[in-house]
Structure formats: structure tokens, C-alpha cells
């Protein structure tokens, strides 16, 4: 079974930095493209990157494009999310999700990790 951990949310003031990690275990994660989404208080989900499994190809969304890098490690296993240049609009939840089909990247998912909250205020 699969499992995703988020983790390295907190408190940012406008215009700093947060890392995301995402730890995957269960599955073979290097033959998987991964997706961060995020949801905002009273709003619904976000589509926020995605990338190839191999790391070759990212995509963003236009909200966080030339701010926020996505990346991956496939030897430890692990999904990152780096935001900088925050602003208050991206408070929310942060996820990660796994592809549902394998090699490549898809934007289809059948895991979800629990979330890490990202708070932006002065």
C-alpha cells in the first residue's frame, strides 16, 4: 500500500521561503510521476506542479509559475515542493499525489498524503 508523508509547512511571512518534502514508501517511486495540490481555506483543491517520474519534465500552475520548483529524489524517495517569493494567497493545505499510471506524468492520482498546512502573514 502506498504512502505519502508531507512535511516542512509552517508560518512564512510575504516573500519568504518553505521547502515541502513529500516521503513515499510502498510503491516503486522512481516509475511514478507526483502532482502537489493544495486547497485554500473555503475553496476546493488546487492543482499546483507535477512531475515526470524521472524528474525530466515539471509543469505549474500560471498562480505559482516562477516562484514555486518542484523536484524529486528517486534514490531517497522523496518529493519537494520549493516556494519562494510566498505570498498571503498561498495559504493552504499542501498534498502530494502519486500518478495513478506509471512512466510519465499523467495528473491522475490514486494516493494522497494527509497534507502539510502553509500559512503566509506578516
Known amino acids: 500500500q502506498a504512502q505519502l508523508v508531507e512535511s516542512g509547512g509552517g508560518l512564512a511571512q510575504p516573500g519568504g521561503s518553505l521547502r515541502l518534502s513529500c516521503a513515499a514508501s510502498?510503491?516503486?517511486?522512481?516509475?511514478?510521476?507526483m502532482t502537489w495540490a493544495r486547497q485554500a481555506p473555503g475553496k476546493g483543491l488546487e492543482w499546483v506542479s507535477g512531475?515526470?517520474?524521472?524528474?525530466?519534465?515539471?509543469y505549474y500552475a500560471d498562480s505559482v509559475k516562477g516562484r514555486f520548483t518542484i523536484s524529486r529524489d528517486n534514490a531517497k524517495n522523496t518529493l519537494y515542493l520549493q516556494m519562494n517569493s510566498l505570498k498571503p494567497e498561498d495559504t493552504a493545505v499542501y498534498y502530494c499525489?502519486?500518478?495513478?499510471?506509471?512512466?510519465?506524468?499523467?495528473?491522475?492520482?490514486?494516493?494522497w498524503g494527509q497534507g502539510t498546512q502553509v500559512t503566509v502573514s506578516s
Open positions: 499525489a502519486k500518478d495513478f499510471y506509471h512512466t510519465g506524468y499523467f495528473g491522475t492520482y490514486d494516493y
Open positions: 510502498g510503491f516503486t517511486f522512481s516509475s511514478y510521476g
Open positions: 512531475i515526470y517520474n524521472d524528474g525530466r519534465y515539471t
